[in-house]
């Protein structure tokens, strides 16, 4: 490709990143099996969801309304996704910059002033490594903002669907969905999508937040020998499953800091306050292992 995509590589694995909406094209096995769904675009042309990973900053998923309050003041958005939404902040649709490169890792970083799309100033970074069989992506934010603002994070991995693939990913409760896919009701889980012991998903499809995630989640993928176990930073306590009917042939598991639409909840829905010049962070690391 053209656009200043890295190659990162290891005695296990092979991961693509570019700086172009600071997102991981694709990861695969040694054995040539792929750990994140594989690339879906065509070289120099191609968007976030064409990727196998993009970055959720300054926060993760939907403002409900594209307004909020926060300490006297009123923020609005204007859309930035399939009308009417204001979509998981502007890192996924943002050029990135690499400021550092090693044979087994790369960091980027972009910046962002207000406007009338989202009021949010801040810098954010990202960097992915390899070691091995693991995959480590970091990410953080700095508020430049002249006054307090909440934050959030998250990472939105794509991951292969197989017919025999499993899911293990603890979590105490989930918010059903409104009509526009905000969150609506936290209910106690279902039976159905209990992911405590590893079970396959669901033909319907899915989009929820779980709350009380334990920050550890596995996939496993039968058909290939191969398993990926994920776990987090404490900061990302929920994850967002979306799972799509099974004929699109991927899942997307994505830990995020913060409820979806916290921004409408008496305590922000773990949105953190950043006062000018603070920052917040968290790592996801993958492990893949072979299995018989």
Sequence with gaps: MTD???LLESTELRVRVSPRFGVVLDGYHRNGHPILRPFAGEEG???PTDTACFPM???ANRVGGNAFDYEGRTYRFEPNDVPPFYLHGEGWKSDWTVTERTAHSVA???QREGDAQSPY????????ALDGSRLTISIAVENRARHAMPFGLGLHPYFPRTPRMTLQARAQSWWTEDDYHVPDRNEPLPDKVDFS???LLPDHGLNNCFEGWDCRASLVWPEHGLSAIIDTDPVFSRYMLFSPPP????LCFEPMSHTANGFHHPDFGGLRRLAPGET???SMRLRVKESA
């Design 45 to 47: 042309a191609f968007g």
């Design 280 to 282: 917040m962070g968290g």
């Design 4 to 6: 200043g995509t890295v």
């Design 108 to 110: 980027i970083d972009m």
């Design 121 to 128: 100033t801040y810098r954010a970074t990202q960097r992915f």
């Design 247 to 250: 004929d699109f042939a991927f």
């Design 197 to 199: 012991k590893p079970r």
């Design 57 to 59: 900053v300054p926060f």
